[in-house]
């Protein structure tokens, strides 16, 4: 089992940037593939991005291809986004997901196939 904590959320201006970062504790961080969703009220969470466990394979949504970007810190047990030319649609509290994976290349977008969550970070990006 891992527990997820995030952070880095907060208020920032169109074309701003925020780091969110993602620690991890509980078993060896590197079995597990790792993925960040976001959520509005009355809508279904969405995938933003995802990391094979190993860091070498990632993915984005198309709405934040070039705009944001995944990585992680195995020695850290950390994953990060870091997201850039922030616009008010990003506005979304942000969950961390993970999921154990034998495969060390492989991604997963869809969030029924992430078996554990953070509780989230607000961020807020004001026009």
């Known amino acids: 089992q891992v527990q997820l904590v995030e952070s880095g959320g907060g208020l920032v201006q169109t074309g701003g940037s925020l780091r969110l970062s993602c620690a991890a504790s509980?078993?060896?961080?590197?079995?597990?593939?790792m993925g960040w969703f976001r959520q509005t009220p009355g809508k279904e969470r969405e995938f933003v991005a995802a990391v094979s466990r190993v860091g070498t394979t990632t993915s984005y949504a198309t709405s934040v291809k070039g705009r944001f970007t995944i990585s992680r810190d195995n020695a850290e047990y950390t994953v990060y986004l870091q997201m850039n030319s922030l616009k008010p649609e990003d506005t979304a509290v942000y969950y961390c997901a993970a999921r154990s994976a034998l495969s060390s290349l492989a991604v997963y977008e869809r969030s029924g196939e992430y078996a554990y969550w953070g509780r989230g970070t607000q961020v807020t990006v004001s026009s």
């Open positions: 509980g078993r060896t961080f590197s079995s597990y593939a």
